[in-house]
């Protein structure tokens, strides 16, 4: 997200005190730490918090009467503060070389290596970095925990009664606004800070600036209502061009900007709303509160349209410039996010953060209405209560409009419908009045409950048409199966499993619908909270600062004025999203009147990814009084006390709450890289925003300090929800939104360990051993790979610090013959951790497991292959291609040659020993396997030597441990060569010796055809070739290895060796009857050559396009003109012949798995290889959809979804053709057929 999204640079422990000063990145040069920050050698820049020597007078840096002193007095001799001049501290850290006291021993700077040229500073510019970086800390969290937990209960100069119970945190953050709005609002600062409009003098950087201050700004905690455009009202194309970031001022801009950017931060930017407003000089600068709401409305009404992806009929977005006549901030290019980003998953990167950018905008406008500036009913349709009606019944009419209907217009409605419950739901928490304000003010609870029946009546309630994408079993992305994996079990569980299933089948009679995603959860949350606002402890839905904001007294009297509660005293304000002739909302409009609307606007949302999460509650739900209770009491004993402080503490409210902050901050914090290449914020600065929720949660007494305990265990819980759910490495597509980003979630986590390392950790064990025993056969494979996945990189960066005996209790699943889910989860975790470490298995085997444990030889020793059976021939060949290098030529004449058939016959039959005619047999093909298995010897080679290295690691540590009888008495010699790429040798040879290759397939289909009896079909027989290479590649790869056999296919279907039918038949097993052949990574290789053959095809019609004949090519340079060549008619020309190159093999592979799926039978439970089939289906329906829409829809202006859907129409392959051939295999088990219906409804929600 642009803008303040980015800004969390002033948590920096070695950040910049101001413009110049701050001292070095050390853990002294804090500005906000207790210990003072001096400037540069005693230079400009302010003092660090410190405290004097009594401790009774707390320093904030925006208060005008604090001196440094005390024990950790600020430094910086000298420093200059909002023109105003301090002495330097003194104090045991005053000075001295840490900081700038009076000893002239400040820290030496490094030396300019590039340039001696002095960096030229505009003065305006430093102090509005400044200004940023103070509005943008000034509610922080984890700042206003320090400050708060060294304040007396009596130190309050106010003794109003709502000031005294209010929370020490957010006293503190009330007198932080407070002290700033002294600062802003001062007789010298206010025609400095508050300018607007007409007066608003050009405060953006120049363009010399943005050259020489880049290092600078990347410190300051910019943001993008920090470069405003300069210029009156323009005209453009008719419309005119609003500079709303000017008439709103640069204060203005910058607050609302932190308020849509800083989620935690929200009630404090409300407080510095109403406290500028009625501090600010009336005769000059009145109406600063109107402003903010003006610009907010406007953004808001910009954001809505990019939520919905509302388009106009040029096909211009809503949200370009010049298309709503409003241009918000757009040249701060340091602080919006690069073009890839914005645009990145799956397409809608902008719709994500404008989503979120619009919910925090409402909760701000929200605190306002509670406050009372902003009308909460009074103002008829322009009230908050009017603002959310409205967006209440744009809702229900784009439900109505996209009922019942396959057509991807209504359905794009549909999902706009659930855009907008989810927002008008999660703000209606935060606009309900409370005691705090006196129980009057905001929106009653009778209010609020008419709009959530509305919202559950007809958008996302049990009565609506609202089918969750996270369904157990049904939803595309379902993370929980509807059921169990029929697993192999352990010698003595299966009477007690068995036991367990008929009480669970007696107690599922009649059970709610499940809550399978936040959308639902927040429904529910919201429904409790109206009926019991005591339902949850969250203290940011009452959090009230302003309260602790005072003002004079009305008083005639000349001694020392009275202190009174601020108040606004201004008539209230009232929210305009259409704003007249400005247009600055397109598509509520639209909603509105939709069934007179024309077709000027269309609403094109194309996904609720990023908005919308599954639901996945990895510890038990508080205790609702039932006959368990019992059980848990002894139980207590051996849980952990935190744990049980979770479980028992943390309402289903709690739980909400806390996972939605959580979310707001992972997105609104994380990383960014601009188009400039200028960098925001990093993994810790993100864990420690995770971290300062622990301080919005209410004790028993509103005030005890363990209101936080066992948080913890939430954080964990919502982290690796997101994490199970995150987008399946080698999917072929992009993470859907950043909070489906499996490195960032890892990062995040691994720095969350480094933070609390007293906490963390043991609620990973806890939570990972949790889903081991209760969740894991109930997971999808993707979602028990992923976790798999997580948990080798998080032991790969700790040193693989994880409890022995959940090692040896894990063993026996791996040992096991036959596949279950347990099993592979510790076996995908152990060969992860393999590949990320640069020693393979011999590191996990050295460092990671116990000694002597069996995880080593059942997962990894199990791949051992043995040299014995290479016979001369192979030897021969290998030693031709590898080692003398002798031309392809040569070796192709060989391969093909009587003599290999004399020298080899020995081990070959004959054609007719194939008793069943098959073209599939592997004696068929031996050339074609012999010449493959030469080329790829050195994936054999290096996969022999590390198993045998991980063997001899395992021997050693076991013999180091005492166990002699494993001691390796041949261990193997490691002839690696450290310089080789083997991967990068492949690649090469691939190309130099694909003649060999398609020889051998050639003289092989001719021996077939000369022998067979009956008619062949050509086509078919070189496609078993083709599958015989990929065949034989699979079985030199590890299975594990999918980096390696991904680039190797890859590679061949490049080199046009093998076509990408071929590898979607080899994936499917086509030569095999029984679906326990199939990899549960099946889906990935045929989404790979579903990739392959779109970018072929769209690569011929390019080529085609310029082609003079001949094959010779024409550059044709038009300037950007298409001298009268239909644009349109080229873009479907492409669609068409991407449709045709990749729906044959989806049909393919959706009627190859069906069957397969179909041969498996149980009653009860689920075979674990038709849960991989099922699984499969859905995703790789859901990747050809993003391959087909971002390659051939993406590049048009014109083209939609909607488009795609027609063009899978006219070839039989839309969602109703395609679910229809699912749900005619016919299959005997009961759980195949439960299966085969819900990959039925997925694949047409989804096409």
């Not at 209560?385 to 009922?403: C, E, I, K, V």
């Not at 902050?661 to 601009?674: E, G, K, N, Q, T």
């Not at 070796?891 to 069943?916: A, C, K, M, P």
């Amino acid at each position: 997200m642009e803008g303040a999204l980015s800004s969390d640079r002033y948590n920096d422990r070695g950040g910049s005190s101001s413009s110049r000063g701050g001292g070095s990145n050390d853990y002294y040069g804090s500005s906000h730490h207790r210990r003072g920050g001096g400037g540069r050698g005693g230079g400009r820049g302010r003092g660090g918090r410190g405290y004097n020597n009594n401790n009774r007078h707390r320093h904030h840096p925006y208060r005008r009467d604090d001196h440094g002193g005390g024990r950790y007095g600020g430094g910086g001799g000298g420093g200059r503060r909002h023109n105003d001049r301090y002495d330097g501290g003194g104090g045991r850290r005053g000075g001295g070389r840490h900081h700038g006291g009076n000893n002239n021993r400040g820290p030496r700077q490094p030396a300019n290596r590039f340039t001696t040229e002095t960096k030229s500073v505009d003065p305006q510019y430093a102090m509005m970095k400044q200004l940023t970086a103070m509005v943008a800390k000034m509610g922080d969290l984890g700042g206003a925990a320090e400050v708060a937990a060294t304040m007396g209960g009596d130190e309050n100069n106010n003794s109003e009664a709502a000031v005294v119970m209010m929370r020490p945190v957010v006293k503190a953050i009330g007198m932080n606004v407070s002290d700033l709005v002294e600062v802003l609002c001062g007789p010298q600062n206010a025609q400095l800070f508050l300018k607007f409009g007409d007066d608003e003098s050009a405060t953006t950087t120049t363009a010399n600036n943005d050259d020489n201050n880049e290092e600078e700004a990347s410190e300051g905690g910019d943001i993008a209502a920090m470069n405003l455009n300069d210029g009156e009202a323009k005209e453009e194309n008719d419309v005119k061009v609003i500079n709303a970031t000017k008439q709103a001022g640069t204060l203005s801009t910058l607050l609302v900007s932190c308020a849509y950017g800083l989620p935690l931060q929200t009630p404090s930017y409300a407080a510095l709303t109403l406290g500028v407003d009625v501090k600010a000089p009336k005769e000059t600068h009145a109406g600063f509160a109107g402003r903010c709401v003006d610009l907010a409305m406007r953004c808001l009404g910009r954001d809505l349209d990019m939520a919905l992806e509302c388009r106009v009929a040029s096909g211009v977005g809503a949200h370009a410039k010049g298309d709503d006549g409003i241009t918000i901030g757009e040249n701060d290019k340091d602080n919006v996010r690069c073009l890839a980003e914005r645009t990145g998953g799956c397409g809608n990167g902008n719709q994500i953060d404008a989503y979120y950018r619009a919910k925090f905008l409402l909760r701000y406008l929200a605190y306002l209405t509670k406050i009372g500036i902003v009308a909460a009913e009074d103002g008829g349709d322009q009230s908050f209560l009017g603002l959310l009606q409205m967006l209440a019944q744009a809702a229900t009419n784009a439900a109505h409009a996209s009922a019942n209907s396959n057509d991807e217009k209504k359905r794009a409605l549909g999902r706009a419908s659930r855009v907008l419950a989810s927002l008008i739901l999660s703000v209606l928490p935060y606009a309900m009045n409370n005691a705090n304000d006196g129980g009057e003010k905001g929106l009653s609870s009778d209010t609020i409950s008419d709009l959530v029946d509305v919202i559950e009546s007809n958008v996302v309630g049990q009565t609506s048409n609202y089918s969750s994408d996270y369904d157990p079993g049904s939803g595309p992305l379902n993370i929980l199966l509807k059921g169990e994996l029929d697993d192999a079990h352990l010698a003595g569980e299966m009477e007690e499993e068995e036991e367990d299933e008929e009480e669970e089948e007696e107690e599922d009679g009649d059970q709610p619908a499940p809550c399978a995603d936040t959308l639902q959860d927040l429904l529910r949350t919201v429904r409790k909270l109206v009926s019991s606002s005591s339902s949850t402890r969250f203290a940011l839905l009452g959090d009230s600062p302003w309260l602790a904001l005072t003002m004079d007294a009305q008083s005639s009297s000349m001694e020392e004025q009275e202190k009174v509660p601020m108040e606004y005293s201004g008539e209230q304000l009232v929210l305009d999203l259409v704003g007249g002739g400005e247009d600055r909302c397109k598509s509520v409009p639209y909603l509105l009147s939709i069934d007179n609307a024309d077709d000027s606007v269309e609403i094109i949302c194309r996904s609720l990814d990023g908005i919308v999460f599954g639901r996945l509650a990895i510890f038990d739900a508080p205790s609702d009084g039932g006959d368990d209770d019992e059980e848990d009491e002894e139980d207590a004993e051996e849980t952990n006390p935190n744990l049980e402080s979770y479980t028992k503490s943390y309402s289903l409210g709690d739980r909400f709450f806390l996972a939605d902050a959580i979310r707001d901050v992972l997105m609104c914090h994380r990383p960014m890289v601009s188009d400039a290449g200028a960098d925001r914020n990093n993994a810790k600065e993100v864990a420690e925003q995770v971290w300062s929720i622990s301080h919005l949660f209410l004790g028993a007494d509103s005030g005890d300090d363990s209101s936080s305990k066992g948080i913890e265990f939430g954080i964990i819980e919502t982290l690796i929800s997101l994490i199970v759910q995150c987008t399946p490495q080698g999917s072929g597509m992009p993470s859907s939104s950043p909070l489906n980003e499996h490195v960032y979630l890892s990062r995040v986590l691994l720095e969350l360990t480094k933070l609390k390392p007293s906490l963390i950790p043991q609620a990973i064990v806890l939570a990972v051993s949790g889903m081991f025993e209760d969740f894991m056969p109930s997971l999808t494979t993707t979602a028990r790979d992923n976790l798999g996945h997580w948990l080798s990189f998080h032991l790969t960066n700790t040193d693989y610090q994880w409890p022995k005996s959940y090692w040896e209790h894990w063993a026996p699943y791996a040992a096991i013959d036959q596949r279950n889910s347990r099993g592979d989860f510790v076996a995908v975790a152990l060969w992860s951790m393999a590949t990320l470490s640069p020693e393979g298995p011999e590191t996990v085997a050295r460092e990671c497991l116990p000694a002597g444990t069996s995880l080593v030889q059942s997962v990894f020793l199990n791949h051992k292959r043995s040299n014995v059976d290479v016979s001369s021939t192979e030897t021969d060949l290998i030693n031709r291609i590898w080692d003398t290098s002798e031309d392809p030529d040569s070796i192709r004449q060989h391969i093909i040659s009587d003599e290999l058939l004399e020298s080899y016959g020995s081990t070959i039959r004959s054609i007719d020993d194939n008793v069943d005619n098959s073209m599939s047999q592997p004696k068929v093909w031996w050339r074609t396997r012999l010449a493959t298995r030469a080329l790829f010897h050195p994936v054999s080679r290096e996969n022999t030597r590390m198993i045998s290295l991980a063997e001899k690691a395992w021997k050693q540590k076991a013999s180091a441990d005492g166990d002699n009888d494993m001691e390796d008495e041949h261990p193997a010699e490691d002839g690696r060569d450290e310089t080789e790429d083997i991967l990068a040798d492949l690649s090469d040879a691939i190309a130099r010796f694909k003649p060999v290759l398609l020889a051998a397939v050639a003289r092989d289909a001719d021996a077939y055809d000369s022998e067979a009896t009956g008619k062949v079909d050509d086509d078919k027989l070189l496609m078993a070739g083709e599958v015989s290479i990929l065949s034989e590649i699979g079985s030199l790869v590890s299975a594990w290895d999918s980096t390696a056999i991904f680039s190797l296919i890859e590679c061949l279907m490049k080199n046009q060796i093998v076509s990408s039918l071929a590898v979607a038949t080899w994936a499917l097993c086509d030569n095999a009857d029984e679906s326990t052949n199939v990899s549960p990574q099946w889906w990935k290789v045929v989404s790979l050559a579903v990739n392959k053959a779109i970018t072929d095809a769209l690569s011929k019609v390019e080529s085609s396009s310029t082609d003079l004949g001949g094959g010779i090519g024409m550059i044709i340079d038009d300037g950007g003109a298409n001298d009268g060549v239909d644009s349109t008619e080229a873009d479907v020309n492409r669609l068409d012949e991407a449709l045709k190159a990749a729906v044959p093999i989806l049909k393919y592979s959706l009627e190859r798995a069906c069957h397969l799926l179909s041969t498996t039978n149980s009653p009860k439970k689920i075979p674990i290889a038709a849960a991989d089939l099922a699984e499969g289906m859905k995703r790789l329906s859901r990747a050809a959809l993003f391959q087909l829409s971002s390659l051939a829809l993406s590049p048009s202006p014109t083209l939609t979804l909607s488009n795609l859907q027609r063009g899978l129409m006219s070839i039989d392959a839309d969602g109703e053709k395609l679910a229809s051939a699912c749900q005619a295999v016919e299959c005997d088990g009961e759980q195949e057929k439960k299966l085969l219906q819900h990959v039925a409804f997925s694949v047409e929600k989804l096409f």
